[in-house]
């Protein structure tokens, strides 16, 4: 019998995926492979006309502040009712802060908490009743390392992903019985232009990049493209069992203790 030609249906077909934070970095390459693979991607950020223009036609652009609740609700509700439904969330917005507990002040405190925790909050708030709705739900949060290994100068943003890690364990038992799957990654440090923009700032990037490939068992940072793959497994009927986990994406930098040099 000759061979069929045609192709095997993709992972994510018929299904409709939202992302916030998606216009760069992590947030951009899971849109583009959540896209690639099927899904309807609606991409809510802050700034969606900074979706570079290759992805204008893929993905959906939609403005959104995560720290205010009716952006967020009208965006949702823009994004569901343009792509026709909602079975995947990434919660991916966030920012970063450096110091140790004595450097930043009550307001930043305020700050960095109302987007990389209240603002997951928000969204899932908005988009749990299309979730409710899907035979497929998963819900995705972009949390860190820091969440788990105590990392110098990163007081306020390792407790917000902290938080994140425990949101996302409570969440996942909150909904396990209406069949919505909640999971997270953390990712180790990652070639992102938050990144980039860290570096720039430093007395010597070449040497502080030096330094953070190093804090890596891998000698490299994580690309935003690995952490991609990570939340679509998590986000993907492949992934139909697990909820209520937090998949390492660091380049060993939680788990592995070696020895200094080649030992």
């Known amino acids: 019998m000759p061979h069929s030609t045609t192709p095997p249906p993709l992972e994510l077909d018929g299904l409709a995926a939202v992302v916030t934070g998606g216009a760069s ?11 690639r693979r099927g899904a309807r991607v609606a991409v809510l950020d802050l700034d969606p006309d ?77 988009a749990l009743p299309r979730l409710r709705e899907s035979r497929h739900s998963a819900v995705v949060n972009t949390c860190s390392v820091a969440a788990t290994a105590g990392l110098p100068q990163r007081v306020l943003y390792s407790a917000s992903k902290g938080a994140v890690l ?63 793959a990570a939340i679509a497994y998590l986000a993907s009927p492949a992934a139909a069992s697990v909820t209520g986990t937090a998949l390492a994406v660091d380049g060993g930098m939680q788990g592995l203790r070696l020895r200094p040099g080649n030992g």
């Not at 990144?195 to 720039?200: G, Q």
Request: proline share 5%.
């Open 25 to 35: 970095g992590i947030g951009l390459a899971t849109a583009r492979l959540l896209a």
């Open 50 to 126: 900074a979706l570079p223009a290759p992805d204008q036609g893929a993905l959906l652009p939609v403005r959104c502040d995560v720290t205010d609740d009716t952006s967020v609700r009208t965006a949702v509700a823009e994004a569901v009712g343009r792509l026709g439904a909602l079975d995947i969330l990434v919660n991916n917005a966030g920012i970063g802060a450096q110091g140790t507990v004595t450097d930043n002040d009550d307001a930043e405190w305020h700050r960095v908490l109302d987007v990389n925790v209240v603002g997951i909050v928000r969204t899932t708030r908005a």
């Open 166 to 228: 425990s949101l996302t364990l409570a969440m996942a038992a909150d909904h396990v019985r209406e069949g919505i799957r909640v999971n997270c990654v953390n990712p180790g440090t990652a070639d992102t232009p938050w990144i980039d923009r860290l570096l720039s700032r430093a007395d010597d990037p070449a040497a502080e990049r030096t330094a953070l490939n190093a804090r890596q068992p891998t000698g490299r940072l994580v690309s935003a493209e690995e952490v991609a």
